[in-house]
């Protein structure tokens, strides 16, 4: 399942324990209760364990590549269908690329956004290269990896303490970002050394000594934005530096906006690991690409980039730093028009000037999936107050009727979409369903491919679930086989599909 919308900690996961500690009571004087007294201590130390390891499993699952709450897929029923088996030509450890380090793993997200990979792809143009780092349970340690896609065989290695990469490399190299100096109070990286590396050796092209509490490094164009929750919290700033030099562009103070602090919340869900502050940190950050459709010449700047963390969102022009809007807004969903948000009461839209256009009092935006490379462009779509799917005019805002499947009844409540390729599928215990490229209705529907994290295209199949997935023939819908692939994740990089978790790496077709 996706994780919560609104702030951590209030009806959502992880929060404070369920369980509240009790003091035993005061030791009797008569021997008749020792033995009430040893049961009660011994229930004390039951709970409290529950607990601690109810936390401990939190912490971890907070960790997952896409950082999402999955739930395991339903036991499919309907019609059998066969398994496949997925062939894997090759698969590496961490255990493998550092036996110097116990404990070794994959460390995600490398580029310290909430929902970013484990791997990334360089673009073939460039190199034929994926970029994975490894590190301890405590993410110290870290070593940059540069590996072949066809064999798995390591081209390099770079160590680089807490690095940050961005996910997208470019013609000029790729952007990473090396601890040099931590607080003594926090543990919190406050020297950093930009890096521009050449994705096929891993040597530094270039480098740049910069103060800051980095926390997510992104690429934007020919812009290289940080984003630092500074010290003492709450205090978002966001920086671009140039491409080319590392040399910096601008820096924007978000702490003076309204609504700067619906962005942190008081308790975490951990994306990459950190200090255990006792204070507000941002709540589950992203850093998007958008505004770059029909109109994106009103920002004079071709496209934006939005920072979404908690239930706010900043739109900044990547070359420039200029703030366009800062609104409430979660969800974010360019349509290739304009820019949508979930609001307290609905959803709204704007353009990517920031002007107000239109509000849906009502409906909100379904989650969107997005993996955040390149432009995030999504169809958006909306469900109703009990999750079913209702269409909405774009341009009016209007409120229409609930979708319909092809056999002309409701569609049942669904959870969230997510976007393949250049299609729409929605998912959720009703199973999965493709929608009308422009029309708020559904090709087909099948009931029983339980979708429950994410979805993958190759070629004309459509896998769905988590651990074992359905697939599904993307032009019926038909469900024609279950597989369960290698790795916690499947990302797909071109034609290739990829495994991927803490514990390995691994290149896979499905037969």
């Not at 609104?6 to 009571?25: A, E, K, L, M, V």
């Not at 994290?453 to 697939?471: H, P, Q, W």
Request: charged share 25%; aromatic share 6%; with cysteine.
């Amino acid at each position: 399942m996706r994780e919560p919308e609104g702030p951590r900690g209030q009806g959502g996961w992880p929060g404070p324990s369920p369980w509240p500690y009790r003091q035993p009571p005061p030791r009797p004087r008569t021997p008749v209760y020792l033995n009430l007294v040893a049961i009660g201590l011994i229930l004390v130390l039951v709970i409290t364990g529950v607990v601690v390891l109810a936390r401990s499993l939190g912490s971890q699952l907070g960790r997952l590549s896409s950082f999402e709450r999955p739930a395991p897929t339903s036991s499919p029923s309907g019609p059998a269908v066969p398994d496949r088996s997925p062939t894997v030509p090759w698969r590496i450890s961490p255990d493998e690329l550092r036996p110097d380090l116990p404990g070794a793993e994959f460390v995600g997200p490398i580029d310290g956004d909430f929902s970013g990979p484990y791997v990334t792809a360089v673009d073939p143009s460039i190199t034929d290269v994926w970029v994975a780092l490894t590190g301890d349970p405590d993410e110290r340690g870290i070593v940059v990896h540069g590996i072949d896609p066809n064999s798995g065989r390591v081209l390099w290695d770079r160590p680089m303490e807490g690095a940050l990469c961005a996910r997208e490399a470019d013609p000029r190299g790729l952007v990473c970002a090396e601890v040099l100096d931590r607080d003594p109070a926090s543990g919190t990286g406050r020297q950093w050394r930009l890096q521009l590396l050449d994705p096929r050796t891993g040597e530094t092209r270039r480098s740049s000594d910069v103060a800051g509490w980095f926390n997510v490094l992104h690429r934007a164009g020919d812009t290289v934005i940080i984003l630092e929750q500074r010290e003492p919290a709450p205090h978002a700033v966001l920086r671009g530096f140039d491409l080319a030099t590392l040399q910096p562009r601008w820096q924007l103070d978000l702490s003076k906006q309204p609504g700067h602090d619906t962005m942190f919340s008081e308790n975490r869900i951990i994306a990459r690991k950190d200090p255990d502050h006792d204070d507000v940190v941002m709540d589950r950050p992203r850093l998007r690409d958008v505004g770059y459709g029909a109109s994106a010449e009103e920002t004079g700047n071709s496209g934006l980039v939005a920072l979404w963390a908690g239930l706010r969102t900043a739109f900044v022009q990547p070359r420039s730093g200029k703030l366009i809007m800062m609104p409430r807004c979660s969800r974010v969903v360019d349509d290739g028009r304009r820019i949508w948000c979930n609001e307290a009461d609905g959803a709204a839209s704007y353009s990517y000037a920031g002007k107000p256009l239109r509000r849906v009092v009502g409906p909100r935006l379904a989650f969107p999936g997005d993996d955040g490379d390149g432009v995030d462009r999504n169809r958006p779509v909306f469900l109703d107050e009990i999750g079913t799917p209702i269409s909405v005019d774009l341009d009016t805002g209007k409120v229409g009727k609930p979708y319909r499947t092809p056999a002309g009844s409701e569609l049942p409540t669904t959870m969230s979409t997510e976007t393949v390729g250049d299609a729409t599928v929605l998912g959720g215990d009703a199973g999965t369903a493709l929608v009308h490229p422009t029309e708020d209705k559904i090709i087909w529907h099948s009931p029983y491919a339980r979708f429950s994290s994410s979805a993958t295209l190759i070629k004309n199949e459509l896998m769905v679930g988590f651990y074992r997935l359905d697939i599904v023939d993307f032009r019926t819908g038909e469900r024609v086989a279950t597989v369960r692939p290698e790795g916690l994740y499947q990302v797909t990089f071109g034609d290739r599909l990829a495994g991927v978790g803490p514990d390995l790496i691994c290149l896979q077709q499905i037969n």
